[in-house]
């Protein structure tokens, strides 16, 4: 079976553009969550979709916005990008309704640059 | 959020045994404890997880404190393919169902030949 898949693996955006990544979910997965990782650091939270509606939310500005379709796949937006949104952007996927610790399986990511 | 704290480099020898060591101090009840790995520019690759047992995988062990205030993460015979940043993870529960996998910083690992 196909991992997560992510698109485009590379993309580079100057200050002020808006981006869009996009993320396919293992197969039979509904949530997906995104996470973004900068340079030498852990990733951080972003934000967990299921069913097409947001769960939960990281500590980031209103300008990241993100949606989940009816086959679960889903995208990340970001408005006014910043240089500081230059990051890696990992999406996971994991199975929802099961009983203990869910296991997120991640996608290989995009790399933004930002100009 | 719920923090882990990690040595930030070991080393190892191929074929010997690795204990990367991990605290979470101030995890709560209902946090999962995750290890996962990860080489440059790829994504994160599942180790293992667990609540308050040990738990054994084809890759690894995962050995938890009692108090579950730390873990410790087992490599039982180290490859130079083991090479790669080791992250303690809390699996944290909110509102609404909602679930997140919080970083530390994780541990580079080297495997000397």
């Known amino acids: 079976d196909a991992g997560v898949t992510q698109s485009p693996t590379h993309l580079i955006k100057t200050r002020g553009q808006h981006v869009t990544l996009r993320c396919s979910p293992i197969?039979?997965?509904?949530?997906v969550s995104w996470y973004q990782q900068v340079l030498g650091q852990g990733p951080q939270f972003i934000f967990q979709y299921y069913e097409k509606e947001e769960r939960g939310r990281g500590n980031f500005p209103d300008r990241f916005s993100a949606r989940q379709f009816p086959n679960y796949s889903s995208e990340l937006n970001v408005n006014a990008l910043l240089l500081g949104d230059s990051a890696l952007y990992l999406c996971?996927?994991?199975?929802?309704?099961?009983?203990?610790?869910?296991?997120?399986?991640f996608g290989p990511g995009t790399r933004l640059t930002v100009l | 959020d719920a923090k882990t704290t990690q040595p930030n480099s070991m080393e190892s020898n191929e074929e010997e045994p690795v204990h990367l060591p991990c605290n979470h101090s101030t995890i709560s009840g209902t946090d999962y404890i995750h290890w996962y790995r990860q080489l440059p520019s790829q994504g994160p690759e599942y180790v293992i997880h667990g609540l308050t047992s040990n738990v054994n995988n084809r890759m690894a062990s995962l050995a938890i404190a009692e108090d579950r205030k730390s873990s410790t993460l087992i490599l039982h015979r180290a490859t130079l393919r083991d090479a790669a940043v080791y992250y303690c993870i809390l699996r944290v529960l909110g509102q609404g169902g909602s679930e997140k996998l919080v970083f530390g910083k994780g541990t580079k690992l080297t495997v000397n030949p």
């Open positions: 996971a996927s994991s199975l929802a309704g099961t009983s203990g610790g869910r296991v997120q399986f």
């Open positions: 197969s039979g997965h509904k949530s």
